[in-house]
């Protein structure tokens, strides 16, 4: 494999312009890129005409399941189902079984990931009491994106509940350390008072504002007093917004968005897609939605990452609150920004920002960011005039149902090249997988 490709004839959108160029990438990194490139005899190439270039997407929060829960997904089918999507490099999260909590764990996926990924990898370590003060030794190893902690119960058995544990973790280390925020002590008094028969739709009134708005508080509370930066993963309240606006603890906290906090609001999804719609933080209300969709535009939203988590058919099935929370998106995020950008909310230059940038100066990605000479080749390719639902038949997560089947695109991933090499084209695998761990810096 030379990892040398020629794309020619795209408009390539950047964080500043959308414009007529072509783009060099030589031995997966990017060359040039302008018009007229000089390109050496025999180099691969892949038509662009009519086509957006955007540089390679990144997925900075998804649950692969793999080691433990292969029924649901592994790294090669989350793996296919990124690439299908558009996304070039991902980071996974450690609530596997057994969780990631220590370099063996980490090394195990490592080597699984080896000759079976399409994209370009990074793992992070889950935090515990029990290795809280080792996470500073360990948060450098190749192949690591971080620290990740679960301050509210979820998926998985993964938890810092209480403050003597977060500020543990937080003085061991330096990299920024991501994290799902939720009140635990909080949640298990809500879920002790639920009644049986409740519906779903009660989702986000069990897990509610004040669960997150609670646990958000306590970690920039931390954050402060140990200097540590964080991120916020999967902001879903108009609540935490505000309190990020009247804190401005500048560089210290970043926080994601989800494209299922972005394009589902309750009730109506609870309606519509019962469990299916069910994720931990929840999706809710209008008033939730509207308030994200303009952090994406006006901050502080900085990045986006489709929390993909797949569940069981079996899974979904059993009665609220048992139904295991998550929705799969890793494949429908680009495309539903897509639309976003046809409904005139969204630029592609957003998109830049939110889906490669902002992952690039969260996590501290090596040569990604932005569409530049010398950084990473690893490419994304847009089709703007693909039309039609998001149907099943698209879709090649092991996940059997995803809430935006139905959705009418605007726009989709034909292409999805990853340090030079083409690995998905119009709907099909190219290769084998030769996804590799990404650089940190
Ligand atoms: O809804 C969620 N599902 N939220 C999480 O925090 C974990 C995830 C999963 O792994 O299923």
Not at 73 to 95: C, I, Q, R
Not at 171 to 193: F, I, N
Not at 418 to 432: A, D
Request: net charge negative; proline share 6%; glycine share 10%.
């Amino acid at each position: 494999m030379t990892n040398d490709l020629f794309v020619h004839g795209g408009q390539v959108a950047d964080l500043t312009s959308t414009r007529r160029a072509d783009v060099l990438v030589t031995g997966g990194r990017i060359a040039a890129i302008g018009l007229d490139l000089n390109v050496p005899e025999g180099t691969a190439s892949l038509d662009a005409t009519g086509h957006w270039v955007l540089p390679g997407i990144v997925d900075p929060q998804v649950h692969f399941r793999e080691p433990g829960g292969e029924d649901k997904e592994d790294l090669e089918s989350g793996s296919t189902a990124a690439v299908a999507g558009g996304v070039t490099a991902f980071l996974e999260m450690p609530n596997t079984n057994p969780s990631t909590t220590d370099p063996a764990a980490l090394t195990d996926k490592l080597t699984r990931a080896a000759g079976r990924c399409r994209a370009d990898h990074g793992f992070f370590l889950g935090a515990s009491a029990e290795n809280a003060d080792q996470l500073g030794e360990w948060e450098g190893l190749p192949g690591c994106a971080g620290v990740k902690v679960f301050m509210g119960s979820s998926t998985g058995n993964l938890l810092v509940p209480d403050d003597a544990t977060l500020e543990r973790v937080l003085r061991s280390g330096t990299r920024r350390v991501t994290v799902h925020s939720e009140d635990d002590m909080r949640l298990k008094e809500r879920y002790a008072a639920i009644q049986p028969g409740t519906h779903v739709r009660e989702h986000h009134h069990v897990r509610d504002v004040e669960t997150a708005v609670r646990s958000t508080n306590r970690l920039l509370d931390l954050a402060e007093k140990t200097g540590r930066k964080v991120h916020v993963l999967h902001i879903s309240t108009a609540e935490e917004l505000d309190i990020f606006r009247e804190r401005d603890l500048g560089e210290l906290v970043t926080c994601e968005a989800t494209p299922n906090h972005l394009f589902l609001a309750a009730p109506e999804c609870y309606d519509v897609h019962g469990a299916w719609a069910q994720m931990n933080p929840p999706v809710r209300d209008k008033r939730h939605q509207d308030a994200l969709r303009q952090a994406l535009v006006e901050g502080p939203v900085t990045c986006i990452g489709s929390d993909h988590a797949p569940h069981t058919a079996e899974g979904k099935a059993l009665p609220f609150p048992q139904s295991p929370s998550g929705i799969a998106g890793v494949q429908t995020t680009l495309t539903l920004l897509l639309t976003a950008v046809n409904e005139g909310w969204l630029t592609l230059q957003d998109i830049v920002r939110l889906c490669v940038a902002g992952p690039t100066r969260v996590y501290g990605l090596e040569g990604r960011g932005d569409l530049t000479v010398g950084s990473v080749g690893s490419l994304t390719v847009v089709d703007p005039e693909v039309r039609g639902p998001i149907t099943a038949a698209h879709l090649k997560s092991r996940c059997p149902r995803n809430p935006f089947e139905g959705v009418e695109r605007a726009g989709g991933p034909v292409a999805t090249i990853v340090r030079g090499t083409l690995t998905w084209q119009n709907g099909e695998p190219v290769g084998t997988p030769s996804g590799e761990p990404v650089r940190f810096s």
